[in-house]
């Protein structure tokens, strides 16, 4: 079946460093990422979704400027926390889409980050 | 009103026990439908399509009513590793959105 990574799974940064969230298609090519946040015992919250090769549509309430999203390929998309902060706390979880699988998404496992 | 709406339960039920959960959509311009699970702290994971005929796997038998704008999950004969969390995902032209989950543990 179609397997999605994210790299890493974990980590720790101090308050105002940058985070990169690596999350790549091993074995498809994904025409469409997700960026979802949950925190714990809530729903995943949808970030923005991504087209490779165009700009990322990000959610109401979702500042673009502090959550880059760079999809440059059909199968790596990353999404870079800037100036991150305490409450940007969470887990991160990538999902990538091909029009082949009827809509159907597959995840990554996650990232969780945890900003001190 | 919430895109997806779902009972969050928790349901807790003994081994064997029927148990079904339910789940509303706003957008009836909604294409397709799934049950996801997710255990804690992983990723969500495809449980299984939900078409408008009705469909089962197993022990688990999903019904859409576009009409009502409804979806539900039947989980028959409850093992100990179904306790996880059920998320209903409706699908729109280009994102996916998810209700906030449905709890269930199941108890020997």
């Known amino acids: 079946g179609a397997v999605v990574s994210q790299h890493p799974s974990r980590v720790i940064c101090k308050s105002g460093t940058s985070v990169k969230i690596e999350c790549r298609s091993l074995d498809f090519q994904a025409t469409t990422m997700f960026w979802y946040r949950q925190f714990p015992k809530q729903s995943l919250m949808l970030m923005a979704t991504?087209?490779?090769?165009?700009?990322?549509?990000?959610e109401q309430g979702v500042e673009k400027d502090k959550f880059l999203i760079n999809h440059a390929s059909l199968t790596l998309s990353t999404l870079t926390v800037t100036s991150a902060h305490p409450e940007d706390s969470s887990f991160y979880i990538c999902?990538?889409?091909?029009?082949?699988?009827?809509?159907?998404?597959?995840f990554g496992p996650g990232t969780r980050l945890t900003v001190t | 009103r919430k895109e997806v709406e779902q009972d969050p339960g928790p349901f807790n039920v003994p081994e064997g026990a029927t148990v079904a959960f339910n789940c509303t959509y706003s957008?009836?311009?909604?294409?397709?439908f799934f049950w996801y699970r997710q255990d804690c702290r992983k990723e969500p994971k495809l449980l299984m399509s939900?078409?408008?005929s009705g469909n089962e796997d197993g022990r688990f038998t999903a019904q859409l009513n576009r009409a009502s704008q409804y979806i539900s999950l039947l989980i028959r004969d409850s093992k100990l590793s179904d306790s996880a969390t059920y998320l209903c995902v409706v699908n729109g032209n280009n994102d996916m959105r998810f209700g906030a989950g449905t709890r269930l543990t199941v108890k020997p």
């Open positions: 999902s990538a889409r091909t029009i082949a699988t009827a809509y159907e998404q597959y």
């Open positions: 957008n009836s311009a909604s294409q397709s």
């Open positions: 939900v078409y408008s």
């Open positions: 991504s087209n490779e090769g165009s700009k990322a549509t990000y």
